[in-house]
């Protein structure tokens, strides 16, 4: 489920776009599941729960791709018409490589208990963000920023 959303509406038109992201990575990031797993991480918990640990998992954008790519809508003309779209990150990673990434920044020796998942992972699909300018980076790369933005807070 989509949890984020923006809406960007020029000032001096009535055209908008709503862009749409499961999993936003930053300095306040705590809502979406990788969050409260690395919150869960931080706290020392004596273990967390994750599934789908080979799901190749694009569904993380961090803020600063977010900040860019609404800075490129507000001052383009492309938008003629309302447009809603998804954005992801590129290079899908597994679950279970990210999740173990943040074990390893927090320095978590709890347990990581993988479970059935309640419903199916999806990915996601930014074509249509990159054909508007959009430029995804990888999921790896997000997560660099993301821990980069952990350790400096």
């Known amino acids: 489920m989509l949890k ?3 809406r ?7 055209q908008t776009v709503s ?5 936003i990575a930053g300095h306040r990031t ?3 599941f990788l969050a409260k797993i690395l919150n869960r991480m931080q706290k ?12 190749l998992f694009n569904n993380l954008v961090h803020e600063d791709k977010i900040a860019e790519f609404c800075e490129l809508l507000l001052g383009s003309n492309q938008i ?7 954005i992801g990150s590129s290079e899908p990673l597994p ?3 990210i999740v173990q990434r943040l074990a390893d920044e927090t320095k978590y020796k709890g347990e990581i208990i993988w479970r059935t998942a309640d419903s199916s992972p999806f990915s996601i699909n930014s074509d249509a963000a990159i054909k508007l300018g959009y430029k995804p980076i990888s999921t790896r790369a997000t ?4 821990m980069g933005d952990i350790k400096g807070a």
């Open 19 to 23: 862009i749409r992201s499961p999993a």
């Open 143 to 146: 997560l660099d920023l993301w």
């Open 30 to 32: 705590h809502r979406h």
């Open 95 to 97: 679950l279970s490589q």
């Open 44 to 55: 020392k918990e004596k273990s967390v729960n994750a599934s789908n640990p080979e799901h």
């Open 4 to 6: 984020y959303q923006w």
């Open 8 to 14: 960007i509406q020029r000032p001096d038109s009535l």
């Open 80 to 86: 003629t018409k309302f447009q809603a779209f998804p």
